[in-house]
């Protein structure tokens, strides 16, 4: 149901790309506009030919390499025991699908918002000799639905970024009806500095940079159904550091 909402549930200050201090219950939005900014954003990433791993970091696809190496290492050590079933949130064109998860697990099912950067990761995938590709979710995060309970894990990797507070405890509630018992979610994302606030939001894209106590805090309100493991922090020079968490189904 779209209408007038609130952005974040806490008072705390972030900004705006601008530098424009906010306070967080003050932020409200017409939720369907919100969503529509972001799903036409990338929709001219497509239209400009840019489906491609370019198009997906931005310009920046010197960081693909070390980006890959770095969830791997960290997807290893979360002791993931059964690889039979991924999902990968925002996959875009199959970047992180191809080069990180399809060597590893047996099945992906993909999810992203825009239907032209889905037809280039069914080529992409349909390329390797494991042929994992099973199904493809055209549709936001937001409107992700629990169908089966069927995932070991999922990947949510600059993506959550999207979401209202409201709307990422209601994406989480959603992965644990869809995740076998003792499964494991990751989140990779860009966080705010603690200098700029508790979040920065792009009004470009729509997106939201939450520092990694707003992330904890979500966290703590899905507890009844998650643990937290762990995160690690990630660095690239001139860019957003960028933290990956996982959490472990109950």
Same mark, same amino acid.
């Given at each position: 149901?779209?209408?007038?909402?609130?952005?974040?549930?806490?008072?705390? @200050?972030?900004?705006?790309?601008?530098?424009?201090?906010?306070?967080?219950?003050? !932020?409200?939005?017409?939720?369907?506009?919100?969503?529509?900014?972001?799903? #036409?954003?990338?929709?001219?990433?497509?239209?400009?030919?840019?489906? #491609?791993?370019?198009?997906?970091?931005?310009?920046?696809?010197?960081?693909?390499?070390?980006?890959?190496?770095?969830?791997?290492? %960290?997807?290893?050590?979360? #002791?993931? &025991?059964?690889?039979?079933?991924?999902?990968?949130?925002?996959?875009?064109?199959?970047?992180?699908?191809?080069?990180?998860?399809?060597?590893?697990?047996?099945?992906?099912?993909?999810?992203?918002? @825009?239907?032209? %950067?889905?037809?280039?990761?069914?080529? @992409?995938?349909?390329?390797?000799?494991?042929?994992?590709?099973?199904? &493809?979710?055209?549709?936001?995060?937001?409107?992700?639905?629990?169908?089966?309970?069927?995932?070991?894990?999922?990947?949510?990797?600059?993506?959550?970024?999207?979401?209202?507070?409201?709307?990422?405890? &209601? %994406?989480?509630?959603?992965?644990?009806?869809?995740?076998?018992?003792?499964?494991?979610?990751?989140?990779?994302? @860009?966080?705010?500095?603690?200098?700029?606030?508790?979040?920065?939001?792009?009004?470009?894209?729509?997106?939201?940079?939450?520092?990694?106590?707003?992330?904890?805090?979500?966290?703590?309100?899905?507890?009844?159904?998650?643990?937290?493991?762990?995160?690690?922090?990630?660095?690239?020079?001139?860019?957003?550091? !960028?933290?990956? %968490?996982?959490?472990?189904?109950?």
């Amino acid at each position: 149901m779209s209408g007038v909402k609130k952005v974040f549930q806490l008072g705390e @200050n972030g900004m705006d790309m601008e530098g424009n201090i906010l306070r967080g219950d003050e !932020v409200e939005i017409d939720d369907k506009d919100w969503y529509n900014t972001g799903k #036409n954003y990338w929709q001219v990433v497509a239209d400009k030919g840019n489906s #491609n791993i370019d198009g997906m970091l931005g310009g920046q696809t010197h960081v693909h390499d070390s980006d890959i190496t770095e969830s791997l290492q %960290f997807l290893k050590n979360l #002791n993931v &025991t059964n690889f039979n079933y991924v999902l990968d949130c925002g996959a875009g064109v199959g970047r992180v699908s191809q080069h990180l998860l399809a060597p590893i697990f047996k099945n992906i099912d993909i999810l992203d918002i @825009n239907k032209d %950067f889905l037809d280039v990761a069914q080529i @992409n995938l349909s390329t390797l000799p494991s042929k994992p590709l099973r199904n &493809t979710l055209c549709q936001g995060l937001q409107d992700f639905k629990a169908t089966q309970q069927i995932y070991d894990v999922i990947w949510v990797q600059w993506a959550s970024c999207y979401l209202t507070d409201v709307d990422f405890i &209601t %994406f989480m509630n959603e992965c644990y009806n869809a995740m076998t018992p003792g499964s494991t979610i990751v989140f990779k994302e @860009n966080v705010a500095s603690k200098k700029g606030g508790d979040f920065v939001i792009d009004k470009e894209d729509c997106s939201i940079n939450r520092s990694v106590q707003h992330y904890h805090t979500l966290f703590t309100q899905c507890s009844d159904k998650f643990q937290f493991i762990t995160e690690k922090e990630q660095l690239w020079q001139g860019l957003l550091p !960028v933290m990956m %968490f996982a959490l472990r189904r109950k």
